[in-house]
């Protein structure tokens, strides 16, 4: 039978808005701090994952909760599975905002609020897509696992878990990036720089602080700082940030002087969207009298690091011809005159190079005293663009797009499409779309989301359909 995609989504829009309006109320960012056996990633991820699974609960799907870490929706019967891969954790709100994050806004056609973009929204309107098939009564030839995780924008604690106790799918997307389709993905590695407390300089670093995650470009930084000269400083930071595109402060504090910086987030698979507020006051910063690893600090960051996400002063530059650049993100910055310092630095990697490589790069730039750590690390992700997931979809967005010229692409950003063998990231931002992903004022517009519904509901159809 023939289906009018767009139609079906219309028919469905108020239902959409207010499942999607509950979700984002949920404030889901994973938080240690509150976790607990019964929610351990903290209230918030355990709220929206239990809030989800009782929406496809009432839609007569059949679900399961994993741990309070992971859950899914099934529908249909099959040898193989298919699966959509979707997050009900969000970044943290910050600071910045026009509109309550957590209280839905429509403005001039736009949805606003935490999570609209990355991953509600989206993640929403492909589960939509699955609701349509299964009231449109279509048969199919493949089991459907709707699969929602909870920590996708920290370390993938929940999906990993799913990995480890349910059966691998056959294959699927994720609605967690753009269209028309993500076919590769960067790997992706944090490296953790530290440096020591000593501060014997004319003027002490009592403390700096910027950054709320290491896939997020830090939009705000703030230092304290004794024994400066107070009228010169001031109007030392004037000067620099008539030059610069940050704003900033100076105010008296019971330690110092408290310079503060505000810059621009941004998702940190491409820093250049963002204006990173940390390395900016610290660049100011290296200009003065400190010593020991405080100046240590600082110099690292202002020469080796400042306004460089391509890596070229740490000698690392490299350029993968398929996958593209390495990347790098200044993600957090912490110094404690009491505890010392600390750097989180988040590449996103091409095939052709490897952890390996940056750490012993970033080491061989280190000052004298510092050292650094890596952590756990994802091997880049590549799905030939002539392998059948890949061409069906692409097939549906230009279809009901009209868009024939746009090709498939690799990103630096990392999906749980790359937990599957034949796993692609699909939609949901347009290219014609600002990309507010991980920034204050998120927004989707509604438009694009009943767009993404149609196009989520033709291609699980015909992924899961003999047609």
Do not use: C
Not at 414 to 443: I, S, W
């Amino acid at each position: 039978m023939t289906i009018d995609w767009q139609a079906e989504a219309a028919k469905r829009q108020d239902d959409y808005l207010a499942d999607l309006t509950t979700m984002l109320r949920v404030p889901s960012f994973r938080d240690d701090s509150q976790a607990t056996a019964d929610a351990p990633l903290g209230p918030g991820p355990k709220q929206a994952l239990t809030t989800f699974l009782a929406i496809a609960k009432r839609d007569g799907f059949k679900t399961k909760n994993i741990d309070n870490l992971v859950g899914y929706a099934e529908y249909g019967e099959g040898d193989e599975t298919l699966a959509v891969l979707a997050h009900v954790d969000e970044m943290p709100a910050g600071n910045g905002w026009d509109t309550d994050p957590f209280e839905p806004t429509i403005k001039a056609g736009k949805l606003y609020a935490r999570g609209a973009s990355d991953d509600k929204g989206p993640g929403m309107a492909a589960y939509y897509g699955l609701k349509m098939v299964k009231e449109l009564g279509l048969k199919l030839n493949k089991k459907i696992r709707f699969i929602v995780g909870t920590d996708e924008e920290s370390n993938w604690t929940g999906m990993k878990r799913y990995f480890e106790v349910e059966p691998a799918p056959t294959l699927g997307f994720s609605p967690d990036a753009e269209f028309p389709l993500i076919n590769g993905e960067k790997g992706n590695v944090s490296l953790q720089v530290h440096f020591g407390a000593t501060d014997t300089g004319a003027v002490s670093l009592i403390s700096l602080d910027s950054g709320l995650r290491e896939n997020m470009v830090p939009r705000e930084a703030e230092a304290i700082i004794a024994n400066a000269d107070v009228d010169q400083v001031t109007a030392d930071f004037k000067t620099f940030l008539a030059d610069q595109p940050v704003t900033g402060t100076v105010t008296n504090d019971a330690q110092g002087l408290k310079l503060a910086i505000v810059g621009k987030a941004a998702h940190g698979m491409e820093p250049r969207n963002g204006i990173n507020a940390g390395t900016y006051l610290a660049t100011f910063l290296n200009n003065y009298a400190f010593a020991g690893d405080a100046q240590a600090f600082l110099n690292f960051i202002a020469t080796k690091l400042h306004k460089d996400s391509r890596v070229n002063q740490l000698g690392l530059a490299f350029t993968d011809e398929v996958m593209g650049d390495l990347t790098m993100n200044v993600g957090l910055l912490h110094f404690d005159h009491q505890q010392g310092g600390d750097l989180t630095l988040n590449f996103r990697y091409p095939k052709g190079i490897e952890p390996a490589d940056l750490t012993n790069g970033v080491t061989a730039q280190l000052p004298a005293g510092a050292t650094v750590s890596q952590g756990d690390f994802m091997v880049p992700h590549y799905v030939d663009p002539e392998d059948p997931i890949v061409k069906d979809l692409m097939d549906v967005y230009r279809r009901q797009t009209g868009d024939s010229a746009s090709q498939p692409e690799i990103v630096g950003g990392g999906t749980y499409g790359r937990m599957m063998k034949r796993g692609v990231a699909f939609g949901a931002l347009f290219p014609h779309t600002e990309d507010t992903m991980h920034q204050a004022n998120e927004f989707q517009p509604v438009a694009d989301l009943m767009a993404a519904m149609a196009i989520y509901g033709e291609s699980i159809a015909v992924l899961a359909t003999d047609h």
